[in-house]
């Protein structure tokens, strides 16, 4: 089992940058894939990206590709999220999840609380 936890978020202007990590407590994080995804309100929890358990390979939705950047430190037991021109359609709120690959979410077996990111126009 594992606990995520979520930071990094917050107010930025359109074209900034934010990081976003997430903190795994709890056994044998590495054996864990990793995942981002995000809730705007009134939509559905939507796919960002996911990396694999060595950090090797990752997969992104169309929408962030080539302006998000994940990555992970094994020893660290953390995540993180390198969001770099940022657009107001990006508000929404981030959520960490483990053990799914792809953009599936019900394949996702643990998640945080999430944490808010707000772009102004």
């Known amino acids: 089992q594992v606990q995520l936890v979520e930071s990094g978020g917050g107010l930025v202007q359109a074209g900034g940058s934010l990081r976003l990590s997430c903190a795994a407590f709890g056994r044998a994080f590495s054996t864990y894939t990793i995942g981002w995804f995000r809730q705007a309100p009134g939509k559905e929890r939507e796919f960002v990206a996911v990396?694999?358990?060595?950090?090797?390979?990752?997969y992104y939705a169309d929408s962030v590709k080539g302006r998000f950047t994940i990555s992970r430190d094994n020893a660290k037991n953390t995540v993180s999220l390198r969001m770099n021109s940022l657009k107001p359609e990006d508000t929404s709120v981030y959520y960490c999840?483990?053990?799914?690959?792809?953009?599936?979410?019900?394949?996702?077996?643990?998640w945080g609380q999430g944490t808010q990111v707000t772009v102004s126009s």
């Open positions: 999840a483990a053990g799914g690959w792809g953009e599936t979410i019900s394949e996702y077996n643990y």
């Open positions: 990396i694999s358990r060595s950090g090797g390979i990752t």
